[in-house]
């Protein structure tokens, strides 16, 4: 309980929200992110750029540039065997 009480210090909007609530966020949390760290370079002691200092919140936006960094992994092995594919043999026999 003491954990739990820790994590959702700053945030306790979170605390009762559903698993659905908890991704969306993660998701807009991932893609803000780029422009939240451009502006905390410019204005670190905003109210805006003080939610980054918040754990929960710097998990989130750990979380979601991990399932990007996946994301992007995976595409680019699928791309290389759609290309491997289309100049095979096997891809010559099929049409790709």
């Known amino acids: 309980m003491m954990l739990n009480q820790e994590v959702y210090d700053k945030v306790p ?17 991932t893609l803000i992110f780029p422009l939240w760290t ?8 905003s109210d805006m750029t ?4 918040i754990p ?11 399932f990007v960094f996946l994301l992007l992994v995976t ?10 594919l289309k100049f095979s043999i096997v891809g010559k026999a099929f049409g790709l």
């Not at 909007?13 to 949390?29: A, C, E, F, N, S």
């Not at 003080?50 to 200092?53: C, D, E, H, I, V």
């Not at 929960?56 to 991990?66: A, D, E, T």
């Open 75 to 84: 595409m680019t092995a699928f791309q290389d065997e759609i290309y491997f």
């Open 13 to 29: 909007y979170l605390q009762r929200k559903g698993w659905v609530y908890k991704y969306l966020i993660t998701m807009l949390l």
């Open 38 to 45: 451009f502006c905390y370079l410019f204005m670190p002691n």
């Open 50 to 53: 003080k939610q980054l200092k």
């Open 56 to 66: 929960l919140v710097r998990y989130m936006v750990f979380i979601g540039s991990y």
